[in-house]
C-alpha cells in the first residue's frame, strides 16, 4: 500500500529564513506528487504537483518542490518565509491501488513563524 | 463558480444518531471525495466515486455510507453516530485522478 511520511510535525522558522519541508512515499512507481497548504479554520489548497518532467516544480505563493527519485523524496521549499505562511502543509500522493487511483495525504507539518 | 461547497457546517449529534453531509460541486467534476481530518492524523480517505452512480471504500469506509445519484452531488451518511466519529468532515472533487482536489470548507461534527 502506498504510504507518505512527514517527518517533522512542528516546524520553527524566523520570518525571512528558509524552508523545507519535509516527504517521503513509499509506492513501486513514480505517483502523481502534491503538495497542499490549509489555513487554520479552511479547506486545503493546491501549492504544487508533481508527475513527469523537471523534477523542480514552481508553485504558488513563492513555493517549490524537487521531486528526487533516488530518495523517493518529494521535498517542498521557499527562500524566505513571510508570516502569512504560517500554516499546515500536506504532501500528498494519487497513485495506483487495487484497479482505481486512490489519493494518499501525510499527516502534515505545522508551520510556526516568529516574528 | 461556488466551488466545493458543505452542508451544514457545524453540527452536533448524539450516540445512536443518523445524518447526512451534503456536498456539492459545479466543476463538472469527475472524481469526488470525503475525508475526515483528526488531530495528528493528517487527511483520512473515507469513501470516494469516479463517476455519477458509482462509490468505492476508502481508507476509513466502516460506519459511513455515501451515494452519488448526481454528478454535482456527493452525500455522506451515518446511520448511527458514534463519539469516534467527531472529526472534521472535507468534500473535495478532481476532474480525474492526478488533477488537483478542490476542498469544500469542512463540516465540523461532534458526536456525544
Known amino acids: 500500500a502506498q504510504s507518505v511520511t512527514q517527518p517533522d510535525i512542528h516546524i520553527t522558522v524566523s520570518e525571512g529564513a528558509s524552508l523545507e519541508l519535509r516527504c517521503n512515499y513509499s509506492?513501486?512507481?513514480?505517483?502523481?506528487l502534491f503538495w497542499y497548504v490549509q489555513s487554520p479554520g479552511q479547506g486545503l489548497q493546491l501549492l504544487l504537483k508533481?508527475?513527469?518532467?523537471?523534477?523542480l516544480v514552481q508553485g504558488i505563493k513563492g513555493f517549490e518542490a524537487e521531486f528526487k527519485r533516488s530518495q523517493s523524496s518529494f521535498n517542498l521549499r521557499k527562500p524566505s518565509v513571510h508570516w502569512s505562511d504560517a500554516a499546515e502543509y500536506f504532501c500528498?500522493?494519487?497513485?495506483?491501488?487495487?484497479?482505481?487511483?486512490?489519493?494518499?495525504f501525510g499527516r502534515g507539518t505545522s508551520l510556526i513563524v516568529h516574528p | 463558480n461556488a466551488g466545493v461547497t458543505q452542508t451544514p457546517k457545524f453540527r452536533v449529534l448524539k450516540t445512536g444518531q443518523s445524518m447526512t453531509l451534503l456536498c456539492a460541486q459545479d466543476m463538472n467534476h469527475e472524481y469526488m471525495y470525503w475525508y475526515r481530518q483528526d488531530p495528528g492524523m493528517g487527511l483520512r480517505l473515507i469513501h470516494y466515486s469516479v463517476g455519477e452512480g458509482t462509490t468505492a471504500k476508502g481508507e476509513v469506509p466502516d460506519g459511513y455510507n455515501v451515494s452519488r445519484l448526481k454528478k454535482q452531488n456527493f452525500l455522506l451518511g451515518l446511520e448511527s453516530a458514534a463519539p469516534s466519529q467527531t472529526s472534521v468532515y472535507f468534500c473535495a472533487s478532481s476532474y480525474r485522478y492526478g488533477d488537483e482536489q478542490f476542498f469544500g470548507p469542512g463540516t465540523r461534527l461532534t458526536v456525544l
Open positions: 500528498a500522493v494519487d497513485g495506483p491501488s487495487g484497479g482505481s487511483y486512490i489519493p494518499t
Open positions: 508533481y508527475f513527469s518532467g523537471d523534477t
Open positions: 509506492y513501486g512507481a513514480t505517483p502523481y
